[in-house]
């Protein structure tokens, strides 16, 4: 991939382990708020309803408002746990405070951006809320890698939109045909971007099965296989 001069980054599930950083802060808000739920039994349903929801985010059939409230109310059902509509905003609101606190990222994540900082121009591409991502990038020490950060806030649309895409293209002063984009969401990121011509590089940490002409990694570190 010699033609590259141009890596854009997905950070949610790439870099930054959400599901453990995630988990952390649900235990820290509940004891804040005093629920007394079953935390594991809590965290198994609310990783599939958090899912659901950020599907519909993504094809803008939930506001940000909606996708707050309604993960943690669906979860709360599920459990069947009672808590006060007032209650689940005060969560959210704790949730979003709480959650750049805690900066677990995945194995290898600076090993490889140490690798790739002096060879390309980094970027990172979110789904996520602007005022979390970017505290998330400044906790955990990887702003520093990234020249451009572009959230779909910022865009105004969310990938897999291809203006999202081309946005950050324009943003980053790059070409599609020397840019690539890795990522760990089959339609957001790899779909998305090779839509509108990116080369693509999926983050298939859970070895799914993928089209043989797609670029595909287990971990972080073989990215340097590639690139």
């Keep these: 991939m010699k033609y590259i001069k141009h890596v854009f980054f997905d950070l949610d599930h790439t870099l930054w ?20 739920v079953d935390i594991h039994k809590f965290l198994k349903n609310y990783r599939i ?6 599907k519909l985010y993504r094809e803008d059939k939930v506001t940000k408002a909606e996708l707050s409230f309604g993960r943690l109310n669906d979860t709360f059902k599920t459990i069947k746990y009672t808590v006060t509509p007032s ?10 405070d709480v959650l750049p606190n805690n900066n677990k ?13 002096p060879k390309y121009e980094l970027h990172i591409i979110t789904n996520g809320f602007n005022e979390v991502q970017y505290k998330k990038l400044a906790n955990s020490g990887l702003s ?9 806030e910022e865009a105004g ?10 946005y950050a293209l324009k943003k980053a002063n790059a070409k599609v045909q020397e840019s690539v984009m890795i990522g760990d969401n089959w339609e957001a990121d790899i779909m998305g971007a090779k839509e509108i011509g990116f080369d693509v590089i999926f983050c298939n940490f859970n070895n799914s099965l993928v089209s ?16």
């Design 157 to 166: 649309v969310k990938k897999p939109n291809p203006i999202i895409f081309n």
């Design 87 to 96: 209650l689940i905003h005060n969560l959210s609101k704790s949730y979003i």
């Design 17 to 36: 382990d959400f599901e453990a950083n995630s988990d952390v802060a649900f235990e820290t808000i509940f004891k804040m708020h005093n629920v007394t």
């Design 144 to 152: 520093g890698y990234f020249d451009k950060v572009i959230t779909s």
């Design 105 to 117: 990222l995945f194995e290898g994540a600076i090993e490889i951006l140490d690798y790739l900082k």
């Design 49 to 54: 309803i958090n899912n659901k929801y950020w």
């Design 212 to 227: 043989q002409n797609i670029k595909s990694v287990t971990n972080l570190l073989a990215i340097k296989q590639y690139l």
